[in-house]
């Protein structure tokens, strides 16, 4: 609710009811690629025989002018190991025993379950123990030559097996172990995250927008657009996305927001705009009506991976969510190749 829909009778403000509209239908060509995309998706990570000889020409080149014991396991079997225990929600010892049949077939090593624990940990690096509660920052490789438009916004993956039978029925269930907080960076196109940070669930919203910007930024994506909530309003935010950056902000303020610049003339330009219209009309001027693809992302993301993270530690969490995030890139990536065919083509 902006301040013009804000009627004050004395000291109180009479809430306006916001009528939502439906959901828009997905187009023809969105709904053969939402019907394609995961078809594809789990072709080209269960099919061995599409990564086997990547795993020989890698493992040849490592173990080139080596001496003694030859290396058995390169990264991009470990990778594509994770990437199947991502698909099938599977544990280390199922998914090594999958990886081992379709591995050992082709005539190669397949590594053990712990060992298998091992080498993931070593491929994603160290889980940093933050005290600021941030785990991993990271920014995705898919880099392009288009200059993205980017939506900001954060959710929970819940620690907790939920058991709600055992609730129901005998009124016990798991100890509940909490939440690991994902903030994301999406491309509101295609619906990629280009930049990302796990993090505990106390860390909050804000102060997240301008590390996640530096690390799309190093890695090389073009950004032009940037929309956010009213969580990210800040003053900060506002002087390093606009006047350091220069991107265009997009964000709603509280109903309260005064008009004034507080140090960015874009701070001011836009708080006087939020000022001035009724939250609608704001919303069609602004442009403010692609966030919305940003909780879309997270919505795809637990439909395709779940929500759920299934880890004794808090490490062996950090490192499934980061593989459910990457994983979810490389689906997106996909289904957006798909989509933009078909457009081509029509």
């Not at 199922?94 to 379709?102: F, L, N, R, Y």
């Not at 657009?225 to 902000?249: H, I, M, P, Q, T």
Request: hydrophobic fraction near 35%; proline fraction near 4%; aromatic fraction near 10%.
């Amino acid at each position: 609710m902006t301040p013009y829909d804000a009627k004050v009778k004395g000291t109180f403000a009479e809430n306006v009811t916001k009528q939502k509209d439906p959901p828009r239908k997905p187009t023809a060509e969105e709904q053969k690629a939402n019907n394609d995309a995961p078809v594809e998706y789990a072709k080209v990570t269960a099919s061995v025989k599409r990564w086997v000889p990547l795993f020989r020409k890698e493992l040849k080149v490592m173990n080139q002018g080596k001496r003694g014991k030859p290396y058995s396991f390169c990264d991009s079997m470990i990778f594509w190991i994770m990437s199947l225990q991502t698909l099938i929600k599977g544990t280390y010892r199922t998914v090594a025993g999958i990886a081992a049949a379709a591995i050992e077939e082709n005539r190669l090593e397949a590594p053990s379950y712990s060992r298998l624990f091992e080498r993931t940990a070593e491929l994603i690096g160290k889980i940093a123990d933050s005290e600021e509660g941030i785990f991993v920052l990271k920014a995705s490789g898919n880099i392009t030559g288009r200059r993205r438009n980017v939506g900001i916004d954060s959710s929970g993956f819940n620690l907790s097996d939920t058991t709600l039978w055992r609730k129901d029925k005998w009124g016990t269930g798991p100890k509940n172990k909490g939440w690991l907080k994902l903030h994301a960076l999406c491309d509101t196109d295609s619906g990629e995250i280009i930049a990302y940070a796990i993090t505990s669930k106390s860390v909050g919203d804000s102060p997240i927008l301008i590390p996640l910007l530096k690390a799309a930024k190093a890695a090389g994506h073009r950004i032009c657009r940037v929309y956010a909530d009213g969580a990210y309003s800040s003053d900060e935010n506002f002087r390093y996305v606009c006047d350091k950056c220069g991107l265009e902000f997009v964000t709603s303020f509280k109903v309260n927001t005064a008009p004034t610049n507080n140090g960015s003339q874009a701070r001011g330009a836009a708080a006087r705009l939020w000022c001035s219209l009724p939250y609608a009309e704001w919303v069609e001027v602004s442009g403010y009506g692609r966030r919305w693809k940003c909780e879309c992302t997270f919505s795809d993301l637990k439909r395709i991976f779940g929500e759920t993270i299934n880890a004794h530690s808090i490490k062996g969490a950090v490192r499934k969510l980061l593989m459910k995030t990457e994983n979810f890139n490389r689906y997106k990536a996909l289904r957006w190749s798909i989509l933009t065919s078909q457009l081509a083509t029509a």
